[in-house]
């Protein structure tokens, strides 16, 4: 069973400063599906980034990228110009790209602080 | 907005008790997937359908049922409310193609059981 592992409880950043949340999984599969949701106060889960396995080029959605590592299997993320709305639960998640469940498998959260 | 929809938002309720959540997934998607988040837990896969079928099926306790319908809303039906079943319960829905990641999640229905 894939199983993914956010090791970083909380994290703290300065506003427009950089910060990395760190991520690592799990898997036997060769391709599969990696993202990153943010759950801010209002507990709705958004997505922020997805990345196909099979590419090789890391994902980027403005002030958000990742670093996906596939030997090493590890997707972290970066947010750069860190804003005060980027203060929020930070979910790594994965999912199956083969047929069968398409089910999530997600981390416990990173917990991010943006202080002013 | 996601496009995702759950009633109720907030439900209180007390041991024993029956409960239906219920959720509306976008236009088009054809896949719902219930997750449980509590504190203990984190984020848990409960069921999956896809077109009226279902797919999957991960953690959820015997006392859970769940079905969608024709019309492609679904219910998660919780019996014999227990104290420990206090969660967010999240429905997402997805377009059903090896092609498409994301899932889209509802705001949740906060499950409190007293």
């Known amino acids: 069973a894939q199983t993914v592992t956010q090791s970083q409880p909380e994290m703290s950043v300065q506003e427009a400063e950089t910060v990395t949340l760190s991520c690592t999984y799990d898997?036997?599969?060769?391709?599969?599906?990696l993202f990153w949701y943010k759950q801010p106060p209002s507990r709705q889960m958004i997505l922020v980034i997805r990345?196909?396995?099979?590419?090789?080029q890391n994902a980027t959605e403005n002030r958000f990228s990742v670093n996906f590592q596939k030997a090493a299997k590890s997707f972290s993320l970066k947010i750069s110009d860190s804003q005060l709305g980027d203060a929020a639960m930070y979910f790594c998640a994965y999912r199956s790209f083969s047929g069968g469940s398409e089910k999530l498998v997600f981390g416990k959260g990173t917990k991010l602080t943006v202080n002013p | 907005d996601s496009g995702v929809t759950q009633t109720p938002k907030h439900l209180i309720t007390a041991t024993g008790q029956r409960v239906t959540l219920r959720c509306s997934p976008r236009?088009?998607?054809?896949?719902v997937y219930w997750y449980q988040q509590s504190l203990d837990q984190g984020l848990q896969f409960l069921i999956q359908y896809y077109n009226g079928e279902e797919r999957a099926k991960g953690n959820i306790l015997e006392r859970f049922s769940a079905q969608q319908f024709p019309d492609l809303h679904s219910e998660l039906n919780l019996s014999s409310l227990e104290l420990g079943d206090s969660a967010l319960y999240f429905c997402a829905s997805s377009v059903h193609s090896a092609s498409a990641g994301e899932q889209f999640f509802g705001p949740g229905t906060r499950l409190t059981v007293l």
């Open positions: 236009s088009g998607d054809l896949s």
């Open positions: 990345q196909e396995a099979y590419k090789q």
């Open positions: 898997t036997s599969e060769s391709d599969y599906y």
